[in-house]
């Protein structure tokens, strides 16, 4: 349920409406937009008449949520989610698409791992990526540097003044990985694992969510409603692939389509990934386009200095010269993208004139 209030409304009025929510057992979340103020109420709602709440003062309306997801919900929180970094960098709503470049793992060879991270700086990006805990499909293949990579992902911050993204598999490692990572990643894998969600929701640093390999997207978003519902609103969602009805041509089936549907049905900052999304390097280029064009908050790509040679992912990851051809190009497209026109309402999401 969502309690829309007037503008005018007193901060008194708020905090009465709020108590009284709280008292029948109503979890509370307050969202003071820029258009309006709205509380949004999550519980049993069996325990109460939404509508009697329309009597007290200041209440503007009442509205019953009908998606399952409240929190992620854009029927909550029509502005968009913008989350800022303290380098000043923002991601989601109108601000420029970001860039989350960087080896699919960080390996022994911390030189590499800078060669890249000097090219993403050099190219305009934001974020440097690299696993140091690796979610792997065999237990015979490389399992990732765990502490020593998170060093090397903090010298090659301290170099660049990147922001840090590494993946976040088991709640044990949660303090270890926050103390270096800027974003924490939960991987494709693990959407559903809801202990993980639980404990990322209860820490202070921004999340990227990777979609499930199987996942719907109402799942993805009651994925990201378990860690807002646990106290943390900044989370990234990233579309990568889904399984599809082929994985000769591409590794997985990456949904352009989810991109303006998620959009329309959530306010959260949203990102493509196709490294993961198809498999394959010569489609990293026109996929990452694709998604930039009906809306994506930003891109993820793998690069490696020697792909032929990576403990993992090498086959998807592009080296540093095709990175850099990729990346002029998805700048000038990022130069010609307008998100002003763009709203919910109108179905329009095509986002460069065309
Ligand atoms: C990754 O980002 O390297 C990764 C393992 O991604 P996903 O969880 O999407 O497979
Ligand atoms: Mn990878």
Do not use: W
């Amino acid at each position: 349920m969502i309690i829309i209030m007037e503008p005018s409304a007193t901060q008194e009025q708020i905090n009465t409406v709020m108590r009284a929510l709280e008292n029948k057992g109503f979890k509370t979340v307050l969202n003071h937009g820029d258009v309006m103020t709205v509380i949004a109420a999550i519980g049993d709602k069996r325990l109460i008449e939404p509508h009697s709440f329309q009597s007290y003062e200041g209440v503007r309306a009442v509205k019953i949520v009908q998606e399952p997801y409240k929190l992620a919900s854009r029927e909550g929180k029509q502005e968009d989610t913008v989350i800022e970094f303290s380098n000043g960098v923002k991601i989601g709503g109108k601000e420029k698409p970001v860039m989350i470049v960087g080896p699919c793992s960080v390996e022994q060879d911390i030189e590499g791992l800078l060669r890249v991270a000097d090219a993403a700086k050099e190219m305009g990006c934001q974020f440097l990526r690299g696993g140091a805990f690796k979610p792997r499909t065999s237990p015979y293949d490389f399992q990732g540097l765990e502490e020593k990579a998170l060093e090397y992902l903090a010298i090659a911050r301290e170099k660049t003044g990147l922001l840090v993204v590494t993946e976040l598999m088991d709640t044990l490692d949660l303090d270890l990985v926050c103390s270096y990572a800027d974003v924490i990643q939960i991987g494709a894998r693990n959407m559903q694992n809801f202990k993980l969600l639980k404990a990322v929701g209860k820490c202070n640093k921004p999340v990227i969510l990777k979609r499930g390999p199987a996942a719907t997207i109402r799942e993805f978003l009651l994925a990201a409603e378990h860690i807002m519902y646990n106290g943390n609103d900044n989370v990234i969602l990233c579309e990568r692939g889904i399984k599809g009805v082929d994985n000769t041509a591409t590794r997985n089936t990456l949904d352009i389509a989810a991109i303006p549907v998620i959009k329309k049905y959530s306010h959260l900052p949203l990102i493509v990934d196709p490294s993961h999304g198809t498999g394959r390097r010569y489609l990293i280029e026109p996929m990452a386009k694709a998604g930039l064009i009906v809306g994506a908050n930003g891109v993820m790509l793998e690069v490696h200095h020697d792909p032929e040679n990576a403990s993992s992912d090498g086959a998807q990851s592009l080296n540093i010269p095709m990175f850099k051809k990729v990346m002029k190009d998805l700048n000038k497209l990022i130069g010609r993208i307008d998100y002003d026109n763009k709203h919910s309402d109108n179905n329009d999401f095509c986002c460069i004139n065309v």
